[in-house]
């Protein structure tokens, strides 16, 4: 009696066993919220949506398999430093809740206007302080980016070249010593603005802004800085202690 018993057992164990099972599915993690702050560079002037940096890198990330949300963009053409500031305040972002992703690009107006660099370093301070309070308070999920130059463009024709590009590295000076002392990443994408003046597909059809094929070199910058996190986060997650923190709270 008890091989027929044991022979219906070893059928069963080997049906549950049987690779031909479905696996168990596994939660698919939530996509990151990336949180965009900047002027007409971060809106993407005169190329299209598609073509803006900010969806380029979330294009990126998705082919690397990356979970992540369309991004949330607070930018617009001629924006000075106090005016991003204060368009945060309108756009309510604070109760958007934490990003896993912010970047900071502002201050070209600043300088287009000719305002000072003692200004400039006063309101980007706070900006920068807002970007991290975005991101939960992390700094490393925070990418400053630099000021490209648009001194090399057509639209600067007659104008003093030399003059802009000095001014222009005068704040970006400033947003790198920021960004060094608040402990963010910093993508310098300044030395690519400038092939534009070389390579004409480079430049958008206003003559002033990047294209979208020179906003594809800036992606090339930035995306390593977010690889560089994403994968300090999975290590965080891997570590002993996180473990042990996860156990604790169970």
Partial sequence: ?????????????????????????????????????????????????????????????????????????????????????????????????????????????????????????????PLLQRAIGFAGGKPSHVIVISIPDWGVMPFAEGRDRKKIAKEIDVFNAINWEEAVRAGVQYADITPISREAGRYPELIASDGLHPSGVQYKSWVETIEPKVLKMLSAIEEEKDSPRSHQEHKDSC
């Fill in 1 to 125: 009696m008890m091989k027929p018993i044991l022979l219906i057992a070893f059928f069963l164990f080997s049906f549950y066993l049987s690779p031909s099972q479905p696996k168990p599915q596994t939660m698919n993690p939530e996509p990151l919220k990336f949180l965009a702050l900047g002027d007409s560079y971060t809106i993407g002037e005169s190329v299209d949506e598609s073509e803006r940096w900010p969806v380029q890198l979330a294009a990126a990330l998705s082919k690397r398999d990356v979970s992540i949300a369309d991004p949330v963009i607070i930018a617009r053409t001629g924006w000075t430093t106090d005016e991003l500031n204060a368009a945060i305040d309108k756009a309510n972002t604070d109760k958007s809740g934490t990003f896993d992703l912010v970047t900071l690009l502002i201050g070209v107006n600043n300088q287009y206007r000719g305002r000072s660099a003692e200004e400039y370093r006063g309101q980007f301070k």
